[in-house]
């Protein structure tokens, strides 16, 4: 594939690219104090998820497009980066109106090749140059995140990451989503040019291993982090822990 670099003017080629912010955006308030600590604390670059897929209805499934202003104030005021997550057509239009600079495609998503080919259609239909981020499909499929790589980049995209998340299993655990390391490794085998992210917090899903997956990630020689991060965990609306 012949892919560009997804960092963006202002982030440092010399170091891991770092995404923080929280899971979901949940007020204002909640967002513009998160994004302050984490500008201060040299972060560039923002996520928060807008749209949120819940397994079980009834969970919080995000403030929706109130909250893109929210992010619109974020990159205002702390001159970030943002990103959050799509999943549909409309999400992608949402996202594109209010200049969401970076997407990503949720692990739940990738499994889908009708919605990553509606996402990959309408990101080339409104020109967007991404970067898009993909994360691996929630089961261990090599050639299914692969596929849908391939459907953005068919798309025309050409500033496109992957993130690793680890994969769903069944029972207690002592990951919430266990990493398969072969499966990523194995990604950037067949693909050496393509930018590969960790995901500590929803492969570990509690704080206590955000350090080591980490650390095995540089180990790897990964190019970046996306973790969640909360001004006040305790009281996240989602993966507080
Ligand atoms: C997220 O990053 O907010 C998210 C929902 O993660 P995943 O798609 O990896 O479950
Ligand atoms: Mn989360």
Not at 121 to 129: G, M, P, R
């Amino acid at each position: 594939m012949n892919l560009d670099s997804i960092l963006l003017p202002g982030i440092a080629h010399n170091e891991p690219l770092v995404i923080a912010g929280p899971c979901s955006a949940e007020t204002e308030e909640q967002l513009m104090l998160t994004a302050h600590q984490l500008s201060h604390k040299g972060m560039k670059l923002f996520r928060a998820g807008i749209w949120k897929p819940r397994t079980k209805p009834g969970g919080f499934e995000g403030v929706g497009e109130e909250g893109l202003f929210w992010l619109e104030k974020v990159k205002k005021e702390t001159g970030m980066y943002v990103a959050t997550e799509v999943a549909t057509q409309n999400h992608v239009i949402e996202a594109i109106k209010h200049k969401i600079d970076v997407l990503w495609i949720g692990a739940r998503t990738t499994t889908n090749p009708f919605a990553v080919q509606e996402i990959a259609d309408t990101l080339s239909q409104l020109k967007f140059s991404g970067p898009v981020l993909i994360k691996n499909p929630v089961n261990p499929d090599l050639e299914l995140w692969i596929g849908a790589i391939e459907r953005i980049y068919n798309s025309g995209m050409r500033k496109i990451g992957a993130i690793h998340r680890g994969f769903s299993i069944y029972g207690r655990k002592e990951y919430r989503n266990i990493p398969q390391w072969n499966i990523p490794i194995e990604l950037k085998r067949q693909i050496p040019n393509l930018p590969l992210i960790l995901d500590p917090s929803h492969i570990g899903g509690k704080k206590e291993l955000i350090y080591s997956l980490s650390q095995q990630a540089f180990d790897l020689n990964y190019d970046g982090l996306i973790i969640e991060s909360h001004y006040d965990p305790d009281s996240a609306w989602s993966d507080k822990e």
